[in-house]
């Protein structure tokens, strides 16, 4: 059991989960955040407070943002529009089928030498950049990298709102892409119209995938679309599934009417059990 709290580089953006030691900073409050290219400022979005987890394995806030932090921010957040502007403008003039998406700076150190910037694009196929990369070198003065992200990098780094209502998954918490296949709709019985089921990346959804362990489970032991039936209502057939009340749809032979059967009332393993251990007098 430990203290943890949350930060965020940008607003909405994705939430880091860190241990804040012997700080106790609250919402709205600018801390230091530490990362690769040294402490970052981030602006805390949920106050330290006692979580049962282990938090062992989070990284520790290294401090408060002063002054001099904020003005260091300030600075790589300018240098980072105006990168984002020439990349723009020289693309144009270059004539290539690129897209910015986003632009990240790195001030130099004397270890680290000469200011740093990647830019992050995406792009129909490999694009030969050299002479890109060299003309913007010459504008911004200082040492430039290209990167190609996939269309659901490129979601995670813009961000947006799903057809849910909801941020973005991979904006948010989402940490690795797992597999997605067209099957895991059909198991959900999801209609397949591409707009239903794609996200704002164009690729099927992330979301997909939560659910489907349960249609899965489900699937094994539930009776299958018109499988016959004994509910406690009476005889009939199986006409649809509701995995989500773990119940199937039942039309019943007396009147034709439907009734909704929990699946566990209806599956013949359970109903063998119930005639054995519970018979009728």
Not at 64 to 83: I, N, S, T, W, Y
Not at 140 to 145: M, Q
Request: charged residues 25%; hydrophobic residues 35%.
């Amino acid at each position: 059991m430990g203290m943890l709290c949350a930060v965020s580089f940008n607003r909405y953006g994705r939430l880091y989960y860190l241990d804040p030691g012997e700080l106790r900073p609250q919402v709205g409050d600018r801390v230091l955040v530490p990362t690769d290219d040294g402490p970052e400022v981030a602006e805390c979005v949920w106050a330290a407070q006692w979580v049962s987890e282990d938090t062992d394995g989070f990284p520790k806030l290294a401090g408060p943002a002063g002054d001099e932090d904020m003005r260091r921010d300030e600075v790589l957040r300018r240098r980072k529009a105006d990168a984002k502007v020439a990349a723009k403008r020289l693309i144009r003039e270059h004539g290539l089928p690129m897209k910015v998406v986003a632009v990240d700076h790195v001030l130099g150190t004397p270890e680290t030498g000469s200011d740093r910037t990647t830019i992050y694009f995406t792009a129909p196929h490999r694009v030969d950049f050299r002479s890109l990369v060299r003309d913007l070198g010459a504008t911004l003065h200082c040492r430039v990298e290209l990167r190609q992200l996939s269309a659901r990098d490129s979601a995670r780094v813009q961000g947006g709102i799903g057809s849910c209502g909801r941020d973005l998954c991979c904006a948010t918490f989402l940490t690795d892409f797992e597999p997605v296949t067209i099957r895991m709709a059909k198991d959900q019985d999801l209609p397949l119209n591409p707009l239903r089921i794609s996200g704002a990346c164009g690729r099927l959804m992330c979301c997909l995938k939560y659910e489907h362990p349960l249609y899965q489970r489900f699937q094994e032991s539930a009776p299958a679309v018109g499988t016959r039936v004994d509910t406690p209502q009476g005889e009939g057939k199986v006409v649809g599934h509701s995995v989500p009340r773990d119940a199937v749809t039942v039309r019943l032979d007396a009147d034709g009417s439907r009734c909704q059967c929990s699946r566990a009332s209806v599956c013949a393993p359970r109903q063998s059990h119930d005639q054995h251990y519970n018979p009728s007098p």
